[in-house]
């Protein structure tokens, strides 16, 4: 890192110019570069990156492009970092900066909005209006890391100190990556009305999101929880972290089951993860009258939904975009209390030079792979492929 005015570093935490850095290439080709490592500049702290999750959405980025974009366009040959998912320690303060420390360990929620335009300003960074507009003539500051600029799969990153959320001193690196995955269901909770206490739940799909969607659900007095899937596996792991019920969609009509469960009326809310073809209705035909569905998930291909069954019920639906409102603060809280544990979800750890390899795993669920983690350092020798 080049010293610039007002950028405060310190020398227990000695910044290289250079780091290592996975790039994109053609979709789907990740290659090993070395970058310079980035300068924070006024709101921004440099963290060195101790550990990164792979996300689905990484996976869609890699293969497919979207949803990142960059210079206003694809993702690909752009000299891109993904990779959303990471904690760290502060090692670089830009101008002004002393909210954070340097040494002090951090998790990172992907969006800083703006800051300038209406959603930003109610909140909803994640939606900002000026998504990608972040170079250029066209300038207007927004970030979302892993996206719109570069990510975690490296060494060092810049992030605007609106995306970092302090960690307790207990959790491990790899749980905290797991804060921001916690956060996205905490926000779908919160955009359904937040307080939930004593009102029914059910969870679609048990992958990361559902499974901590689970959890937070109970942490906020959810009662039943209850979570539908096809893998025994993950509900069972559904169960650890809080389902009164678990449906295993194969065995059983998942509307069919929670109006059982739930004394036949169906459910205050539906937080959908699965993005199956049928999931929206299947969701609305899970609330009751008045009942709100949050979509957190989305299928590739467009569904018919019976929408004269949404009218005539006033039945709610909210689309959501990642963690805005903090929320990712709320969900670290809930974890430093220990009131659900997230790690239960976290299956494999590599080295950061073997990310390949990782969202192989990650990809193809191999050893029932759920939340897989790179680090830079501290991973022995490269795990060999069990297969
Ligand atoms: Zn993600
Ligand atoms: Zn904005």
Redesign the pocket.
């Known amino acids: 890192m080049a010293a610039a005015a007002g950028v405060k570093t310190s020398p227990d935490f000695p910044v290289p110019k250079t780091m290592k850095a996975w790039v994109l290439g053609n979709p789907g080709e990740l290659a090993l570069a070395q970058k310079p490592v980035p300068m924070p500049r006024r709101a921004e702290a440099l963290l060195r990156i101790d550990a990164v999750?792979i996300?689905?959405?990484?996976l869609e980025v890699i293969d497919h492009g979207a949803p990142a974009l960059i210079q206003g366009g694809p993702p690909f040959n752009k000299n891109f970092t993904p990779g959303?998912?990471y904690m760290g320690t502060v090692v670089a303060l830009g101008p002004g900066v002393d909210e954070y420390r340097i040494g002090q360990r951090v998790t990172v929620e992907?969006h800083a909005g703006c800051g300038q335009c209406k959603r930003c300003r109610e909140g909803m960074y994640t939606s900002c209006l000026n998504y990608g507009l972040n170079y250029g003539d066209v300038d207007k500051g927004h970030r979302a890391n892993g996206f719109t600029t570069d990510g975690g799969f490296c060494e060092y990153q810049v992030n605007n100190i609106n995306t970092l959320v302090a960690i307790a001193d207990g959790m491990s690196d790899e749980e905290a990556t797991l804060v921001?995955?916690a956060g996205?269901a905490m926000y779908g909770l919160t955009e359904l009305g937040g307080l939930i206490a004593g009102e029914s739940v059910v969870v679609t799909g048990p992958g990361p999101i559902g499974l901590l969607g689970v959890a937070v659900a109970k942490a906020l007095g959810a009662f039943p929880v209850i979570l539908t899937g096809t893998r025994d596996n993950r509900l069972r792991i559904g169960r650890e972290l809080g389902a009164d019920h678990v449906v295993n969609v194969r065995n059983e009509d998942a509307v069919a089951a929670v109006r059982r469960l739930n004394g036949g009326k169906g459910v205050d809310y539906v937080l959908e993860c699965s993005g199956a073809a049928n999931a929206v209705n299947d969701a609305i035909h899970m609330v009751n009258r008045g009942g709100k569905v949050c979509l957190a998930a989305f299928p590739h291909a467009e569904t018919p939904v019976d929408i004269a069954h949404i009218v005539r019920n006033n039945i709610y639906l909210y689309g959501i975009r990642g963690e805005g409102k903090s929320a990712t603060h709320r969900a670290e809280a809930f974890m430093a209390q220990k009131r659900f544990d997230a790690t239960k979800i976290h299956t494999h750890t590599f080295a950061l030079d073997e990310l390949p390899t990782a969202i192989r795993y990650a990809k193809e669920r191999i050893d029932d792979a759920i939340k897989v983690v790179v680090k830079a350092r501290g991973v022995a020798a490269p795990r060999v492929a069990a297969e």
Do not use: K, N, S
């Not at 996300?55 to 990484?58: F, H, L, M, R």
């Open positions: 999750a996300c689905a959405t990484d959303h998912e992907i921001v995955t996205t």
